[in-house]
């Protein structure tokens, strides 16, 4: 089994950054892409970013040339925000795609969340003035 736990949430205001980490233990071999998703009460859960095992990132629009999606170690991942606005607030999640990959791409449909089985609990993001 994988686990995922989520930190570094908080409150920020417009234009700020923040960054949040990640950190998987358990059978963190299994794992074949590590996604980090956002829900809120304007919007569905959705996927924000996400990275395979060769570093490779995927992020979505929202947040592109915003947020940078990088593996510290083996075990821990970060999430670093920059020019944060108020349509980020949300409950921040850590995910853990583990098995088979989604076609040739290990990422591939990273906003699809059913396809992500180990969840963290997740970090409260509010960014207000």
């Known amino acids: 089994q994988v686990r995922v736990m989520e930190s570094g949430g908080g409150s920020v205001e417009p234009g700020e950054s923040l960054s949040l980490s990640c950190e998987v233990s358990?059978?963190?071999?299994?794992?074949?892409?590590m996604g980090w998703f956002r829900h809120s009460l304007k919007k569905n859960i959705e996927g924000v970013a996400a990275?395979?095992?060769?570093?490779?990132p995927n992020y979505a629009d929202s947040v592109k040339d915003r947020f940078t999606i990088l593996k510290d170690t083996k075990s821990r991942l970060n999430l670093q925000m920059t020019r944060l606005t108020p349509d980020d607030s949300a409950m921040y999640y850590c995910?853990?795609?583990?098995?088979?990959?989604?076609?040739?791409?290990?990422?591939?449909?990273?906003?699809?969340?059913?396809?992500?089985?180990?969840w963290g609990q997740g970090t409260q993001v509010v960014v207000s003035s």
């Open positions: 358990g059978d963190i071999h299994t794992i074949t892409c």
């Open positions: 995910a853990a795609r583990v098995g088979s990959c989604i076609g040739g791409h290990c990422c591939a449909g990273f906003t699809m969340a059913d396809t992500f089985g180990a």
């Open positions: 990275i395979d095992g060769d570093g490779n």
